[in-house]
Nanobody, 126 residues
Framework: VQLQASGGGLVQPGGSLRLSCAAS????????MGWFRQVPGKERDFVAS????????DYVDPVKGRFTISRDNAKNTVYLQMNALNPEDTAVYYC????????????????????WGQGTLVTVSS
């Protein structure tokens, strides 16, 4: 599966952005999907995951209550709605996919994902 992330940009603190990750080549419904982020000089960190069923989700603590991951299997797209952004959210955001049999599985590790998008830069600054 090929992944294409988009939607990044410059936003002021307190603002919102919605990232999209469009999949091609295979049906998105067969994959657990996740978002990760990375700042220069640091490791890539987990942000959010959504199971194949669209119900089971997990988030890293700093984004709980502010970010929402969702998926539209008919459009082969996963989204990350980001609200109340702060400068600490500045990073390159990557979407990732992992093929799993069970529909309720979520994944939080980089190594658990087989496919990655190219990343989209989010900058939160006044």
């Amino acid at each position: 599966v090929q992944l294409q992330a988009s939607g990044g940009g410059l936003v002021q603190p307190g603002g919102s952005l919605r990232l999209s990750c469009a999949a091609s080549g295979r049906a998105l419904r067969d994959y657990v999907m996740g978002w990760f982020r990375q700042v220069p000089g640091k490791e890539r960190d987990f942000v959010a995951s959504i199971g194949r069923n669209g119900i089971n989700k997990d988030y890293v603590d700093p984004v709980k209550g502010r970010f929402t991951i969702s998926r539209d299997n008919a459009k082969n797209t996963v989204y990350l709605q980001m609200n109340a952004l702060n400068p600490e959210d500045t990073a390159v955001y990557y979407c990732a996919a992992a093929w799993r049999t069970h529909s309720n599985v979520v994944l939080t590790t980089v190594g658990g994902h087989n496919y990655w998008g190219q990343g989209t830069l989010v900058t939160v600054s006044s």
